[in-house]
């Protein structure tokens, strides 16, 4: 890092203004970046999927704390000649990938690069895409997943929302139910606005997800539906909440042995797995 000159310096030399539209907020402070990376540590023998770097902040942090490989995605152009300059500070530890996120295949994705060691996902997520991105990676078909940790920064009311369970009712809901069915999660740190550059209107929050080596059975696309169906009408019983599913609501919860009274906000993780079981046919 010290052949590169400061982040500031490289935005204004490339003309690097943040963004709206891709949920752009730059971290320029090298102790956050620095503590980010040494969340995901270690990292000595670990390949690291960083996205949206924008001009390099966490992944020269990555790089600096030992990560065998990074591999960068990133959607703006923009960005591409400071991140090049970043790949030429650590030589062959670089590997970036231009285009979007949201459209990669990440297994074989990674399989088709020859990807090896444990894969850790690392990034200041763009808030735009940040919760759609998580849900994608919770919802892998293969499990044990392709990643062996998540170390990941969202809006505080967001990482609330992850971490949640019915004792907090409040920020329960779906992400929630799919996040703690296969990962055991928990908020590191927070991230004041001012750590920024534009600084955002709300505190972010960097949160850990670790994959359960053996998540309760369930179809995915189940519970998708099963949450989606219960918290769109919170505010609803289950037995009113749920009849969206297209099948008796009654009797779905009495197969999952749920009350027909309850409310999705009081429903632990293990009640949602038990519900689309049920809607699969398991």
Not at 144 to 164: K, N, W
Not at 174 to 200: H, M, Q, S, Y
């Amino acid at each position: 890092m010290t052949d590169l000159p400061p982040l500031r310096e490289v935005v204004a030399k490339y003309e690097l203004a943040a963004k709206k539209s891709l949920g752009q907020n730059f971290l320029f402070d090298l102790n956050l970046t620095g503590r980010i990376a040494r969340a995901a540590g270690p990292l000595d023998a670990a390949t690291v999927i960083e996205i949206g770097p924008g001009p390099g902040g966490l992944t020269r942090a990555l790089l600096t704390h030992g990560a065998k490989k990074v591999i960068a995605v990133e959607r703006d152009d923009r960005c591409l000649a400071a991140l090049a300059d970043v790949s030429a500070a650590f030589p062959g530890r670089l590997d970036l990938i231009p285009g979007d996120a949201m459209a990669l295949d990440y297994p074989a994705f990674l399989a088709a690069r020859g990807a090896t060691g444990p894969i850790r996902i690392c990034a200041n997520l763009p808030y735009n895409i940040g919760t759609q991105l998580l849900v994608g990676w919770l919802t892998q078909k293969t499990w044990p997943p392709f990643y062996d940790r998540m170390v990941l920064m969202f809006q505080r009311e967001v990482a609330e929302r992850i971490v949640a369970g019915p004792q907090r009712r409040a920020d329960y809901g779906r992400l929630g139910v799919l996040a703690n069915w296969r990962c055991e999660t928990k908020i590191l740190f927070d991230v004041p606005p001012a750590a920024f550059t534009p600084p955002p209107k709300v505190t972010s929050s960097v949160v850990e997800l670790r994959p359960r080596e053996k998540p309760l059975d369930c179809d995915a696309a189940a519970l998708e539906r099963v949450t989606a169906a219960a918290f769109g009408q919170r505010r609803k019983m289950l037995r009113q909440a749920l009849k969206g599913l297209g099948v008796d609501p009654l009797a779905l919860l009495e197969a999952a042995g749920i009350e027909p009274t309850r409310r999705a906000e009081e429903v632990p993780v293990e009640g949602f797995v038990a519900l689309a079981r049920v809607l699969a046919g398991r």
